[in-house]
């Protein structure tokens, strides 16, 4: 009893620290707790977050292990724009946004984020495993064109990892039509980056330099054939009038479930 109540001592004191933190990540561990800080490493299925006060002050290293977290929502601060598009008079630096490039072919800009799952060294066949494990990323996706046209969901990708991915909300794509993730079928544009893919839908691509899109829509279960960040986006060629976000919740697979 006395270790017991000790241990729920310190993950007080653990979200209490964590609650000095302006913009963060969120951490939500299956015992209830809640963690506020900024996910640096993933290694040896152990998250190292760091909270703390920042400037001036001191910052404390948590390890929490894979098993007891029940999800992370990144700071949506970090996904949704550049640096240097910040017009608000917000001098935070996001936690996994790559510095602005200049748009080339229609490709996200990445900056390798810290947070990465361990080395999948399995080949693209899909788990074998009746109860694979899996973890939870939530990321808001913006429907403009900040930072390209794609949200970074600050999750890195192994070639043979399963992903499954959710969505749901609307967006404005402009001249009062608004979509879901799923799109709109009969609106053409040839501008868009999947011509054979509803205008206005949830599409994805792993990596910033391939052209390999993926639709996902309002949901998708799919086998990354590659490494890379995974980014998010909406399939329209003109962003300029678009508003809005997708709640998007990618659940990734566990290296070493199988």
């Known amino acids: 009893m006395k270790k017991f109540f000790v241990r729920r001592l310190i993950v007080v004191a653990l979200v209490f620290a964590a609650g000095l933190v302006v913009l963060a990540d969120t951490i939500r561990l299956k015992d209830g707790s809640v963690i506020r800080g900024q996910i640096v490493s993933f290694k040896n299925e152990q998250f190292t977050i760091m909270v703390g006060s920042g400037a001036r002050g001191r910052k404390s290293r948590i390890t929490v292990y894979m098993e007891d977290v029940d999800s992370i929502e990144f700071d949506s601060a970090g996904n949704a724009s550049g640096p240097t598009d910040d017009t608000s008079g917000n001098t935070s630096q996001p936690t996994y946004q790559p510095p602005y490039q200049q748009p080339t072919n229609n490709q996200p800009t990445n900056n390798q984020p810290s947070y990465q799952p361990p080395t999948n060294t399995q080949t693209n066949n899909p788990p074998t ?12 996706v913006r429907a403009d064109n900040s930072s390209n046209g794609w949200t970074n969901s600050g999750l890195v990708v192994r070639r043979g ?70 980014f998010l986006g909406v399939n329209e060629g003109n962003l300029s009038d678009n508003s809005g976000t997708f709640d998007v919740v990618i659940e990734a697979e566990a290296s070493g479930s199988r």
């Open 129 to 140: 495993s009746s109860n694979p494990t899996f973890f939870q990323v939530n990321v808001r």
């Open 161 to 230: 990892q399963r992903l499954r991915i959710s969505a749901s909300g609307r967006v404005s794509l402009g001249n009062n039509r608004s979509a879901t993730a799923d799109g709109l079928p009969n609106i053409p544009d040839r501008d868009k980056l999947m011509r054979n893919q509803p205008t206005g839908g949830l599409i994805a691509v792993i990596g910033d330099d391939n052209d390999d899109f993926i639709f996902v829509g309002r949901g998708r279960d799919f086998v990354a054939q590659r490494d890379g960040v995974l």
